[in-house]
Each structure stands twice: as structure tokens, then as C-alpha cells.
């Protein structure tokens, strides 16, 4: 997590791949793409703090406890950003998580009237499915539709 972290912060101004190094997640992830559009002014600041707040933790690991509720919420923030930050999910070894699944990014400035924008149509899906949409839409005009998930019969 402080690798990503730091990768994410050090390289905003120019993504580059890197194949992804980490023993400690259930699935080995794709290679890391930094996505600078989803580094917005709000997320950076809330990255920035992260990283001086866990700096300690950083040069000291033997301060690291799991009832150290401060540390445990400021990591589950740093994750959700650095999931939108790489488009991908960090699950780890022993957590009870679902596994990384299909995630889909959706920006639209403007919908027609009549036009319909939709992230996923899906006519099944498997009880082992995870869908993550991130869907964003400036205007929707009367008539036009948005929708992030369509699924005609059971999901999960």
C-alpha cells in the first residue's frame, strides 16, 4: 500500500506501467497504470495526508496494529482512492473480500434527449461476479437515460 501510495504521488505528472510486484494480494494484479484524470485536487489531498499521517508507520512497521482503528480507517481510504487512482482492486491474502471483479468507468459530458448511456447490460451473471461502475454524467437531458447495471434475471 505505501508502494502505490508513494508510485501514485511521485508519478502524476507522467503515468508509466509497472508490473506489479505484491506477494501479499490474493491475485496478482494487472500491470499498474496510473490514471492522472482520476488524481482530482480533493483525492490529492486526501493521498497527500494519508502519506504524512503513515509516514511513522512507514519507518517504524513494528508500530503497525490491527486494533489501531485510526491507521485501519486511513488505509481503507488510501485503498478506495488507489483503486480508482489504478482502475483495479487490492485484495489481500485472509481478508474477507470479494476478489477483484470487472470495473467500469463511465464519463459522459452530455445525453441526449431519447439516448440511452448504459456502463452494463448483462442478460446472466455468476454468484462469483463483482461489477464496480464508476458512472459520472454532466446532463441528462428529459427523455435521455443512465444507467450503470442492467440485468434481465438473477444477479449473484
Given amino acids: 500500500m505505501f508502494g502505490r501510495l508513494g508510485a501514485a504521488l511521485d508519478r502524476r505528472a507522467q503515468p508509466q506501467e509497472q508490473e506489479p510486484t505484491c506477494p501479499a494480494l490474493v491475485a496478482a494484479p494487472t500491470p499498474f497504470r496510473l490514471r492522472p484524470e482520476e488524481l482530482t485536487e480533493e ?3 486526501r493521498l497527500e495526508g494519508a502519506a504524512r499521517e503513515m509516514a511513522v508507520y512507514r519507518r517504524n512497521p513494528d508500530l503497525i496494529r490491527l486494533e489501531d482503528d485510526v491507521l485501519v480507517r486511513t488505509l481503507s481510504q488510501v485503498r478506495d482512492d488507489l483503486e480508482i487512482v489504478y482502475g ?3 485484495t489481500f491474502v485472509g481478508e474477507q473480500r470479494p476478489a477483484a471483479g470487472v470495473r467500469v468507468v463511465q ?3 452530455e445525453i441526449e434527449q431519447d439516448a ?3 456502463a452494463v447490460r448483462a442478460q446472466n451473471v455468476t454468484d462469483k461476479a463483482s461489477v464496480d461502475i464508476d458512472q459520472r454524467t454532466k446532463t441528462v437531458h428529459r427523455g435521455g437515460e443512465v444507467t450503470g447495471l442492467e ?3 438473477t444477479l449473484g
Fill in 151 to 153: 440485468v434481465d434475471g
Fill in 107 to 109: 464519463r459522459m459530458d
Fill in 43 to 45: 483525492r490529492l489531498r
Fill in 116 to 118: 440511452v448511456a448504459r
Fill in 88 to 90: 483495479q482492486r487490492f
